[in-house]
């Protein structure tokens, strides 16, 4: 939609991008992916609603279609469960599907092939079929589109053993992130924030990939530590910016993937700092702020000076329309705001 377009390129800032290099956007990233992954391997393919349109998936999928055919980028119909189960299938037998999706509220539909099947594939006959498959959808914000086109639902999948989950905050992580999941034996799920999609950054035009589990400092500092995923690194960075003149410097920890979850890298940031903030693009109750909250409490517990804090959404459906989101959705400033709190917890 055109407004929806214009929303998200009001968002877009340039990340990690100084001038040195070749510059794409977020969307473009994952589209040279896509496209890499196909030329290399003629096992993988690509499914789902609207990928052979022109501005199929924000431009994710545009132009494969025309370049690999009809029998590798194809459409599909209203049947989530059912493509699931396709894809599955085809995975088993030695294909590597990506199945996209532009809202993961849809993934609901396909929870038992998902859950009940592809998670558990490998380790119920003993190791000997794989599931490699990716599945990609576009999370959360958008225009005011409401309850059920704006959830992200990464929480809901946490706790299902046989899945890894992908939440990239880069155009550089995007490309890599994409790469090392369809090269994966194991079902992926790939959660991309609306609101990264014009984002440019500097990307390699070579093959590369970035591995799972794997997290990185995005800025190192000495009061707190921040843990997130996808645009909440995007505010977390904007607050800190803010909290420059206040004297205040934390450890941004970019995780990338919230299964496998880099543990070692949040241990070792708040064995120094002794604050942490996590920050998620879904709901606070459950899911991934409560589990790195669990994890610290858990593993270093001797090592905090002031109790975890969380930032996500509030226990409540998501609402449509301009002003309600305004109060919903956080924000830099409220991110800024917690930061001043837990600083001065004495």
Not at 47 to 61: I, L, N, S
Not at 64 to 80: I, K, M, S
Not at 292 to 299: P, Q, S
Not at 324 to 344: C, K, M, S, W
């Amino acid at each position: 939609m055109p407004w929806a377009e214009k929303l998200i390129s009001s968002k877009a800032v340039s990340q990690n991008f100084n001038g040195e290099g070749r510059a794409l956007t977020y969307t473009e990233a994952l589209n040279e992916a896509l496209r890499t992954a196909m030329e290399i391997d003629p096992k993988v393919f690509v499914m789902g609603q609207g990928v052979d349109d022109p501005k199929g998936m924000f431009g994710v999928t545009t132009g494969l279609n025309q370049e690999f055919g009809g029998e590798r980028v194809f459409d599909t119909p209203l049947a989530e469960e059912s493509m699931m189960g396709i894809g599955l299938g085809a995975a088993m037998n030695g294909m590597r599907p990506v199945y996209m999706h532009n809202r993961p509220d849809f993934l609901l539909l396909a929870f038992n092939q998902l859950v009940n099947h592809a998670s558990k594939t490998h380790y119920m006959d003993n190791g000997l079929t794989r599931a490699p498959m990716v599945i990609w959808a576009a999370v959360a914000r958008g225009w005011g589109s409401g309850s059920q086109h704006s959830q992200a639902i990464q929480g809901m999948l946490l706790s299902v053993p046989g899945l890894k989950i992908v939440m990239p905050s880069t155009p550089y992580d995007a490309k890599g992130l994409m790469l090392a999941s369809i090269a994966d034996n194991n079902p992926v799920l790939i959660f991309e924030h609306r609101w990264l999609m014009k984002q440019q950054g500097a990307v390699p035009e070579e093959f590369y990939t970035v591995p799972l589990g794997k997290g990185v400092y995005r800025t190192r500092g000495e009061h707190l530590t921040i843990v997130g995923t996808s645009h909440t690194l995007i505010q977390s960075m904007e607050a800190m910016e803010l909290l420059k003149k206040e004297g205040v410097s934390a450890d941004v920890i970019d995780l990338r993937t919230i299964k496998p979850l880099d543990e070692e890298i949040i241990l070792e940031s708040v064995k120094k700092t002794g604050r942490l903030l996590v920050v998620d693009t879904g709901w606070a109750m459950g899911g991934v702020c409560a589990e790195i909250g669990c994890l610290v409490a858990e593993k270093g517990f001797k090592d905090l000076k002031a109790p975890v804090r969380r930032i996500g959404l509030p226990d409540i459906p998501h609402p449509a329309g301009y002003t309600l989101e305004q109060f919903y959705y956080p924000n830099t400033e409220t991110i800024a705001q917690t930061i001043r709190e837990l600083v001065a917890f004495q």
